[in-house]
């Protein structure tokens, strides 16, 4: 270790987690084998909505294999816990219906777990299955949240008339009102930003494992919040002590929100494991087509727009009515997203100063609806977005320039946004901490030509098709969460939202870090070496991360909401301060000099004005680690550990651009290419930035033109399975034309912001913008999503009066 | 009821006595314990568990174990070399972070080898038209057709200096 190790923060480094992915070596849940392991499957309902009468398993206890059947009544378990409710302590009734383990004694939709069967193969058990017979009475279903809320549609739950979760008003009803009346331009628009299935490539799965002799649990599941999942578990499901139970991610196959939440199957395999002979382990795998009824779906809003400003441009005012639909019960944080991470970031952007908003959760039958990549600033961006090109459109304005008219400006910043995030609660704000966001806007037009669009919508005409482009100048809300403004406002998980991190220099000078933060392919074992590697000035070769065991990491919240680059990672530079601190210590002790004499360099630490008086870190750590010489008060080892609360969220923001050709005759889209000028502050490693933009991008992308999850009126999902559920393939997507502006968050030491979702929540909007713009010389003037072929088809044809 | 099947895997002769409705992949994953190949849908759509059988791209998925009876089958295990040298597929993919969380990137990695056997110089649309099988989540697939490109580059490089080499020794 020396000082002229390369100092590798900010370097676009080859990630240290892929040799073992590209050579076949990972270890997602199911590749774990342990001795007498078991398989457990779940009956689930075929009806979106029925009472069940009877259960009858005696035919399935006789088959071969089977060890055990499960139904509701056997499991003394709570319902699964509620988290995030909507409005968090302001008085909101929230009226709560949570899943249960296995239903007992009704099914909300489709998909719903009602029994299970332990068996010895996998195949044993799902054949068991078959051999369950519920007597159920079927009920009326209801699908869509708007209908849901109307007279006469059928009532889910008891507590919840009309089938109204919340509802949820934010920001000045009385400021927009009054803005709507002085206003010289109103445009209204129903629009519908519609289901989806996340679909990480790999499906959700648990094994559980109890040991008799100790009493306690193992848990391994594929997940984004082992330590959170082992809270929840532990003190709202099944009365296990905490400490009773471990929880162990192993590597995991994407997740785009998926796998934040407390599902039913991992108490399930809880229970069944010490059920079946006293702690055999039991694993459960899901299908894909089972986790499209039993894993969360995103988005489905149904959203009434009213922009309100001057015939200039000036946008003075935003009314929204959202029905948000959470599926048949709750999912954990399910009330949480199209509240406070979709309502009070509305204004995107723009100084909007008068915002107003009414969010109704409502249930319906479906599936549960959470957060997915992006979770409720995807919709939030897609409203505004939408708002600002209806209502250029509206007044004859240009969409580039009514942006620029409405943005923030730059000295505004840290900025009070009216819809809401900043409105206080007992003195706690959270501030849009820092923009400039025309840079970004004016670099994406240049690069995408957009001075020439006129001359490029005449050439593609010429070839029989309408060329779009699309803007979308996005904001998002990343580091969820200052730990005070949650204890305050009380939106959020019910509990702080810091980050922590372990670091211990051992005595070969080799560092484990631990983190408390859960990867699913972001590359942090890389990242965190990074910034641990810049922090202390050794190799990236001598540091090991380690994380999502909640055996040996330090308690923490996990990774979605963008926020372990940002609060994570200054978790670790805190962690690093404490250790060059005791270093430092160390080192004025075996150099016999005053700490406050001796200046660290990369891993040196000399004595100021004598340079040769110096100790390496790893000497220091083998001498402080063995504790032979210490001075008086200090203890052994080299090994600290930081909670970090961040004071403030980070926001990133930029500008993307879509361009699309729709053929005229066929309907048929095409992206022909998508540029993306990101602002996400300062970048630990960029080549992992720019993958985190790809895919977010591409997901965001397959959202507008292909991507949708469609019931029929009965509640059967219609689009069940991978054949009928369009994910982005090679061919349809182009090469994304990447570019950034810089400006560094003040919010932390690093300037980061956070990205993982950032593409998602700018590019739905950006490619409905350009299949909007292509079609708006028809006389089109909205159309709503996906923009599949027929749906375009069908639009041109209305327009020009045909058949539709 | 239970068939034997003998079968050649990553170089290494294999057999064994399987169920006829054992797919291949449940043999690879289960009996041989080669658990690189992975599943990742139910319908023969995501191709997370591609392999090549006597050399072409098949989801593993959609064979019977029964199937491959005879056949020479690689996985993800088998692409490096016995020194541990990765392939030049496997080296792109990391230089060109053409995976994230790695859960397609086996398959993937699969059915770019049997792209590059039939075309040692795709073009971009080849590429992307060649792993339309294969789906990805989370890369967008923007560095997964860089790391094939690159890939594809290293091995017509590779494939020339020792063809020069032989042409050489036979002049």
């Known amino acids: ?804 | 009821m239970t068939e034997h099947i003998a079968l050649v895997v990553n170089g290494q002769p294999r057999e064994g006595d399987v169920e006829p409705r054992r797919m291949l992949v449940q043999y690879l994953r289960e009996d041989l314990e080669l658990t690189g190949t992975h599943v990742g849908c139910d319908t023969s759509q995501c191709g997370a568990c591609t392999v090549t059988v006597d050399g072409k791209a098949v989801k593993s998925c959609t064979m019977l174990a029964v199937q491959a009876d005879g056949a020479t089958v690689q996985t993800i295990e088998g692409m490096a070399g016995a020194d541990g040298a990765l392939h030049p597929l496997q080296q792109a993919f990391w230089e060109k972070h053409g995976l994230q969380c790695g859960f397609c990137t086996p398959g993937m990695i699969m059915a770019a080898a049997d792209l590059l056997t039939r075309d040692t110089e795709p073009t971009d649309d080849e590429i992307r038209h060649a792993i339309e099988g294969n789906i990805c989540r989370c890369t967008g697939y923007h560095n997964i057709v860089a790391a094939i490109r690159e890939a594809a580059s290293t091995m017509r490089a590779g494939a020339t200096a020792p063809a020069a080499a032989s042409t050489a020794v036979n002049a």
């Open chain 1, 1 to 804: 270790m020396a000082t002229d190790v390369q100092d590798v923060l900010g370097e676009s480094i080859k990630r240290v987690e892929d040799p073992r992915f590209i050579t076949g070596h990972g270890r997602y849940l199911d590749d774990i084998k342990l001795t007498g392991m078991t398989h457990l499957a779940i009956l689930r309902s075929p009806y979106a909505h029925a009472n069940i009468k009877s259960i009858d398993t005696s035919a399935a206890k006789s088959m071969p294999g089977v060890l055990a059947v499960i139904v509701g009544a056997d499991i003394p378990y709570n319902p699964l816990p509620m988290a995030w409710p909507a409005g968090g302590s302001s008085g909101i009734v929230n009226n709560v219906n949570m899943p249960r383990v296995l239903a007992t004694d009704s099914v909300k939709w489709t998909g719903e777990g009602v029994a299970a069967v332990v068996a010895e193969t996998p195949e044993q058990a799902i054949d068991a299955l078959e051999a369950i017979q519920v007597d159920y009475e079927p009920l009326p279903a209801v699908i869509d949240a708007e209908k849901a809320t109307q007279p006469g549609a059928p009532q889910l739950h008891e507590n919840a008339p009309n089938n109204v979760v919340f509802t949820w008003p934010v920001g000045d009803k009385d400021g927009t009102e009054a803005a709507f009346k002085d206003a010289e331009v109103i445009v209204k628009q129903r629009i519908v930003n519609h289901r989806l299935i996340p679909n990480p490539m790999e499906v959700r799965g648990d094994i559980g494992l109890y040991n008799p002799g100790t009493e306690e649990y193992t848990v391994w599941m594929s997940s984004q919040t082992p330590h959170i999942q082992r809270l929840l578990l532990t003190a709202f499901v099944t009365g296990i002590p905490e400490h009773k139970v471990r929880v162990i991610a192993p590597d995991v196959g994407g997740a785009f929100g998926t796998k934040i939440f407390c599902y039913a199957d991992m108490a399930l395999v809880m229970f069944a494991s010490k059920l079946v002979g006293g702690g055999r382990p039991v694993k459960w795998v899901e299908s894909r087509r089972e986790s499209y009824g039993s894993t969360i779906h995103g988005r489905d809003h149904i959203t009434y727009i009213e922009i309100a400003g001057k015939k200039d441009g000036e946008v003075t005012g935003l009314r929204v009515k959202t029905f948000a639909n959470l599926g048949g019960r709750l999912s954990t944080i399910g009330p949480g997203i199209p509240t406070t991470l979709y309502a009070r970031v509305l204004s995107g952007c723009y100084k909007i100063p008068n915002v107003y908003a009414e969010v109704t959760g409502v249930y319906t039958n479906t599936t549960f609806v959470d957060a997915y990549r992006g979770a409720g600033r995807p919709e939030a961006t897609y409203v505004v977005e939408r708002a600002m090109d209806l209502f250029a459109n509206e007044i004859g304005m240009d969409r580039a320039a009514i942006r620029r008219k409405n943005f923030i400006p730059p000295d505004a910043f840290p900025y009070d946004n009216p819809s809401g995030l900043g409105t206080a609660v007992n003195g706690e704000k959270i501030y849009i901490d820092s923009g400039n966001y025309e840079p970004a806007l004016n670099k994406a037009l240049i690069a995408a030509d957009y001075d020439d669009l006129a001359k490029a919508k005449a050439e593609a005409k010429s070839r029989g098709k309408l060329l779009g482009m699309g803007l979308s100048t996005y904001i998002e809300v990343c580091g969820v969460a200052p730990s005070k403004w949650i204890g305050a406002v009380g939106e959020g998980w019910g509990a702080a939202m810091w980050e922590s991190s372990n670091i211990k220099v051992h005595l070969t000078g080799k560092v484990i870090v631990t983190m408390g933060t859960s990867p699913q392919g972001q590359g942090h074992e890389t990242t965190y070496s990074q910034v641990i590697a810049h922090e202390l000035g050794v190799p990236m070769d001598d540091i090991v991360v380690q994380h999502s065991d909640t055996q040996g990491t330090p308690f923490g919240y996990g990774s979605y909401g963008s926020r372990t680059s940002s609060v994570g990672s200054t978790a670790a530079i805190k962690a690093a301060d404490k250790i060059r601190d005791k270093a430092r210590r160390y080192a004025a002790h075996m150099l016999e000099a005053s700490p406050d004499d001796i200046e660290v360099i990369g891993a040196e630490y000399r004595v100021k004005g004598s340079p040769e008086k110096k100790k390496t870190l790893q000497e220091i750590a083998f001498a402080l680690d063995l504790g032979f010489s210490l001075p008086t008060g200090m203890e052994p080892y080299l090994d600290e550990t930081a909670y970090y609360d961040t004071p403030n969220c980070t926001w990133p923001f930029g500008t993307h651009i879509a361009v699309v050709e729709i053929d005229e005759e066929t309907g048929d889209t095409d992206l022909i290419r998508y540029l993306a000028v990101d602002d996400v502050g300062k970048k630990i490693n960029p080549m992992i930035v720019d993958g985190q933009l790809h895919g977010g991008i591409a997901q965001g992308v397959g959202q507008a033109l292909w991507e949708q999850a469609v019931y029929s009126d009965e509640g059967q999902l219609l689009s069940g399975s991978m054949m009928d559920y369009a994910l982005p393939r090679a061919s349809w997507l182009p090469s994304f034309e990447l570019d950034e502006t810089v400006t560094p968050s003040p919010v932390n030491p690093l300037g980061v912001k956070g990205v993982g979702e950032a593409g998602a929540i700018a590019s739905t909007a950006a490619v409905a913008s350009a299949v909007n713009d292509a079609l708006a010389p028809l006389g089109i003037r909205h159309l709503d999503m996906p923009y599949t072929a027929q749906t375009v088809w069908r639009a041109i044809q209305s327009a020009k009066g045909g058949p539709a």
